[in-house]
């Protein structure tokens, strides 16, 4: 069939279904590390500001990482390398921290960690794109991140077994643990997926973007337009990113209102139970509906969640709202990417996405650190009434039918 790869369509299925076998085997590693990693630098004497600068840092190079593997994966004949790079050396650091001794050697694990999510993630959401047709992008995202959070699932109920059997020293050993679906997920990164990418065998090899002159510099030469609703979309998205810290805050206030160390992986549990049923279906709703009115409905969801975590009456409503917070991210997470990928063309899918993974990590940055000082010289409850009022505001921006200046249009 002229033009079309003859690899491409053979492999679209299967790309689809290896890479949420990825997330699913990848989530169930991360997650039974980080809904304990709060307990367990407790133990070694730290407190929400080293939370708040682990988190902070960890999502800054990881936002670096995405911006640059976006503007990588446009140019590059093949983001395989990329994408199973990234799943390596994330799960090769992770049983490391079952041996550390300071809540800085977690900083710097965590900091591995992140820089390995954020060159892998970009690649990877660019050739989803070009696995499925555009009426079904939506849908592909959703299932991929139900099975993302199938593993979200799975991390958190083994770490919640390990630790009721061990206790406290059980800590050290869901990290080890961790290593068994981190190698699988390897494996299956490995074998599973096939490459989308055009090949590029005609070429001058002074024209390969790995060859002559530096990348980014040709990447800026090449003088890409971007239209002006894809900007409008990212200030939205940007304006609730500052508000949006890490959920390890979350785990924090539900402990300091009495919910006991040794649940707060049940706390993952009960949140991503609503965030693999709800994720397929908002994909799917997303791809016959109005993409910005869903994403708004769940910016909404989260201001109703973060305003019962700073108010915090009781241990129940902790619970319950912690359920419907995995609906706030169905909504936003899998909708977002396809409204983005919808946005641009198909030549420069990787660096729109780069360039909203970016911006967006780098305000989540800023949230992790506002939310850390607040907590620490205002109390516990004003960064969730803070970040409740961002997220009615970017609600009602994401709403709002945006013109395309001319200023906005080149990058």
């Known amino acids: 069939m002229p033009g079309v790869s003859p690899e491409r369509k053979p492999s679209a299925a299967r790309d689809i279904y290896a890479f949420g076998i990825t997330s ?19 133990s070694l004497g730290a407190g929400p500001t080293q939370l708040g600068l682990i988190e902070g840092v960890a999502e800054s190079v990881a936002s670096l990482a995405k911006l640059f593997s976006g503007y990588l994966a446009d140019r590059v004949p093949r983001r395989k390398p990329l994408v199973v790079g990234g799943y390596l050396v994330a799960n090769a650091v992770k049983p490391i921290l079952a041996v550390v001794a300071s809540w800085w050697q977690i900083l710097f694990i965590r ?12 690649p990877r959401d660019v050739m ?26 799975a991390g958190p109920l083994t770490a919640l077994v390990l630790l009721a059997r061990y206790g406290a020293q059980g800590l050290r050993l869901v990290f080890l643990a961790a290593a068994v679906p981190g190698v699988l997920c390897v494996l299956v990164a490995v074998y599973g997926i096939r490459e989308t990418g055009r090949r590029r065998g005609n070429q001058r090899p002074e024209d390969h973007p790995l060859g002559k002159g530096n990348v980014i510099s040709r990447l800026d030469r090449a003088g890409v337009n971007l239209p002006g609703r894809f900007y409008f979309a990212l200030a939205a998205v940007t304006l609730f990113s500052l508000g949006n810290s890490s959920d390890m805050f979350l785990v924090l206030r539900a402990q300091s209102i009495g919910i006991r160390v040794a649940l707060a992986p049940l706390l993952g549990l009960v949140f991503n139970v609503t965030y693999t049923l709800a994720s397929w279906p908002a994909g799917w709703a997303s791809d016959h509906f109005s993409r910005r009115w869903i994403a708004a409905a769940g910016y909404l969801i989260f201001a109703g969640v973060y305003f019962a975590f700073g108010q915090a009456p009781s241990p129940m409503v902790i619970w319950i709202a912690m359920a419907v917070y995995g609906l706030y991210n169905a909504l936003t997470q899998p909708v977002l990417k396809a409204l983005v990928v919808d946005a641009v063309g198909e030549r420069v899918r990787g660096r729109a996405l780069g360039i909203y993974f970016f911006v967006t990590s780098v305000a989540t940055l800023a949230a992790s650190l506002i939310a850390g000082e607040l907590w620490k010289h205002y109390g516990a409850a004003i960064p969730f009434y803070v970040s409740a009022a961002l997220a009615v505001g970017s609600a009602a921006l994401l709403l709002i039918k945006p013109n395309q200046p001319v200023w906005l249009r080149k990058i």
């Open 111 to 122: 900091f591995a960690d992140r820089l390995a999510k954020g060159v892998r993630g970009t």
């Open 24 to 42: 699913l085997l990848n989530d169930t590693a991360s997650e039974m590390a980080y809904w304990v990693l709060p307990a367990f630098l407790a």
């Open 128 to 153: 989803v794109a070009e696995s499925v047709d555009k009426n079904r992008l939506g849908s592909a995202y959703g299932l991929i991140q139900s099975m993302d959070s199938a593993g979200a699932i």
